[in-house]
T-cell receptor
Framework: DTEVTQTPKHLVMGMTNKKSLKCEQHMGHRAMYWYKQKAKKPPELMFVYSYEKLSINESVPSRFSPECPNSSLLNLHLHALQPEDSALYLC???????????????FGPGTRLTVL | AQSVTQLGSHVSVSEGALVLLRCNYS??????LFWYVQYPNQGLQLLLKYTTGATLVKGINGFEAEFKKSETSFHLTKPSAHMSDAAEYFC???????????FGKGTTLSVSS
């Protein structure tokens, strides 16, 4: 299984709502990532988990809260978002979270988030 | 520090023509380089990667790229474009710690019949 899955595919939420994005991989990868991608732009790194520990937080606002319950799962909890947070949220995983010849990242299909 | 520059935000070719997407990198360590493709409303798919070894790298869907250290380039090519190649293409370099990909701004490839 070489797939990263993400649910839901689409999400519409109001600014007062609480919602969660889910990501799953069964490749035995030990590093998982959240990216945010606005239209016509490259992905921007938000968080990195390595061996289930948060290793990088790219100064993301606290209304985004990541969670890694186990080595296969990654969640992104959303609360009190703003309309400018509307974007495609991509999850990725790689074999390791360090420099190696096997460190390509595999991406999921993304969740298209719209904040009203 | 690592960075990537993709020359040309938009490339248009005819079906059957050569595809050439340009990528130049800057890296303080031997670079690990990647090309990803993104179709509309989808995630990124890895086309190919260079880490060490052979400088001509073959990927999926007939794409290949050549690592040229002297030119700090990693251009993506395909001999004959197909309509299904129309997409957004991103070049990326792994940061020094190996913890994150640094992406170029992307190149939109259009293929006309």
């Amino acid at each position: 299984d070489t797939e990263v899955t993400q649910t839901p595919k689409h999400l519409v939420m109001g600014m007062t709502n609480k919602k969660s994005l889910k990501c799953e991989q069964h490749m035995g990868h030990r590093a998982m990532y959240w990216y945010k991608q606005k239209a016509k732009k490259p992905p921007e790194l938000m968080f990195v988990y390595s061996y289930e520990k948060l290793s990088i937080n790219e100064s993301v606002p606290s209304r985004f809260s990541p969670e890694c319950p186990n080595s296969s799962l990654l969640n992104l909890h959303l609360h009190a978002l703003q309309p400018e947070d509307s974007a495609l949220y991509l999850c990725a995983s790689s074999q390791e979270g360090r420099r190696s010849s096997y460190n390509e990242q595999f991406f999921g299909p993304g969740t298209r988030l719209t904040v009203l | 520090a690592q960075s990537v520059t993709q020359l040309g935000s938009h490339v248009s070719v005819s079906e059957g023509a050569l595809v050439l997407l340009r990528c130049n990198y800057s890296s303080s360590v031997p670079p690990y380089l990647f090309w990803y493709v993104q179709y509309p409303n989808q995630g990124l798919q890895l086309l190919l990667k260079y880490t060490t070894g052979a400088t001509l790298v073959k990927g999926i869907n007939g794409f290949e790229a050549e690592f040229k250290k002297s030119e700090t380039s990693f251009h993506l090519t395909k001999p004959s474009a197909h309509m299904s190649d129309a997409a957004e293409y991103f070049c990326a370099v792994l940061n020094q710690a190996g913890t994150a990909l640094i992406f170029g701004k992307g190149t939109t490839l259009s293929v006309s019949s």
